[in-house]
């Protein structure tokens, strides 16, 4: 079947633009996370939902981040008034958030250049 | 928050031979991921692994969850393994987030 996917593949934009990217996860996973991962790290948790609600918000690292998924499948994570410090990969994942922690599948990232 | 180690970080294999990535955690977990990054930066799954051992062809992975460490186990390599390897682990909280460590980088020489 199909895995999680994300769109645009890249993203290039100017300090101070909004940029929105869009994951769809796996089909019937209830649980959507967001990462973020910088050159030479590993990636690290932004946002986490189960269904449609952001049941942790707490790795967004300012107002600037907010991330919606208003019908619980796809998600669009948005950026305003873009920063340098913004650049990296932005990874999704899904997982079907059965009873307990569950496999986490990632989707192959947006990457994100802030001029 | 758990904390994630992992060593090597860097490998330099010749073809065919074996390794052993290590990761250690600093508390018990519910959820243990071994991935995969290749060079275009897609994370592929290769273990979903709290306890016990699990092998898929020529990979192999243990999780002794007591001692809080896992082992990843490359045997025959091969160029293709060539990548980032990432151990990634949930210790327990509502939002079931994954914390990473800071990955191994494998090159498989010809």
């Known amino acids: 079947g199909a895995g999680v996917s994300q769109t645009p593949s890249n993203k290039v934009t100017e300090k101070g633009k909004y940029v929105e990217l869009r994951c769809d996860p796996i089909?019937?996973?209830?649980?959507l996370y967001w990462y973020r991962q910088s050159l030479g790290q590993g990636p690290e948790f932004l946002i986490y939902f189960q269904g449609t609600g952001a049941a942790d918000d707490s790795g967004l690292p300012n107002d600037r981040f907010f991330a919606v998924r208003p019908e619980g499948s796809v998600s669009t994570l948005k950026i305003q008034r873009t920063e340098r410090g913004d650049s990296a990969v932005y990874l999704c994942?899904?997982?079907?958030?059965?009873?307990?922690?569950?496999?986490?599948?990632f989707g192959p990232g947006t990457r994100l250049t802030v001029l | 928050g758990i904390q994630v180690e992992q060593s090597p970080p860097d490998l330099i294999l010749q073809e065919g031979a074996n390794s052993t990535l290590r990761c250690n955690f600093s508390d018990s977990v519910n959820n243990l991921q071994w991935f995969h990054q290749n060079p275009w930066g897609q994370l592929i799954n290769l273990f979903y692994?709290?306890?016990g051992t699990k092998q898929n062809g020529r990979l192999s992975a243990t999780t002794v969850a007591t001692e809080r460490y896992s082992l990843l186990y490359i045997s025959s390599s091969q160029t293709t393994d060539s990548g980032v390897y990432f151990c990634?682990?949930?210790?327990?909280?509502?939002?079931?987030?994954?914390?990473f460590g800071k990955g191994t980088l494998l090159t498989v020489n010809p």
């Open positions: 994942a899904s997982s079907p958030q059965l009873a307990g922690a569950n496999e986490q599948f």
């Open positions: 990634a682990a949930y210790s327990g909280g509502s939002n079931y987030k994954l914390t």
């Open positions: 089909s019937g996973h209830t649980a």
């Open positions: 692994i709290p306890s």
